[in-house]
Nanobody
Framework: QVQVVESGGGLVQPGGSLRLSCAAS????????MAWYRQAPGKERELVAR???????SYKQSVQGRFTISRDNAKNTVYLQMNSLKPDDTAVYYC????????????WGQGTQVTVSS
């Protein structure tokens, strides 16, 4: 059994900041890449940021320079620091973890709501 739990969402004004956290626990013996996706109402889920085991990062173009993804391998945790937030960033944010338990699989969290509004 593997659990992936996100936290840190909420309501913030345009221009504000939020930090999302995501921790993986349970029967997971090794963790590979970790990533954040988001899904706005009526839209498809999209990749926001990704980080490899070695710390290489990649970002959706519209968040480049505003969002920063990082990870703490000792805690099996990934973070998403979001600055200069815009109303278009409003979405449910999901964390995904590639983990090894007999085979490599992608594990998803339940999502955390981020709302950017004045």
């Amino acid at each position: 059994q593997v659990q992936v739990v996100e936290s840190g969402g909420g309501l913030v004004q345009p221009g504000g900041s939020l930090r999302l956290s995501c921790a993986a626990s349970g029967s997971i013996f090794s963790i590979g890449a970790m990533a954040w996706y988001r899904q706005a109402p009526g839209k498809e889920r999209e990749l926001v940021a990704r980080i490899t085991t070695g710390g290489d990062t990649s970002y959706k173009q519209s968040v480049q320079g505003r969002f920063t993804i990082s990870r703490d391998n000792a805690k099996n945790t990934v973070y998403l620091q979001m600055n200069s937030l815009k109303p278009d960033d409003t979405a449910v944010y999901y964390c995904t973890v590639r983990g090894y338990n007999v085979v490599w699989s992608d594990y998803w969290g339940q999502g955390t709501q981020v709302t950017v509004s004045s």
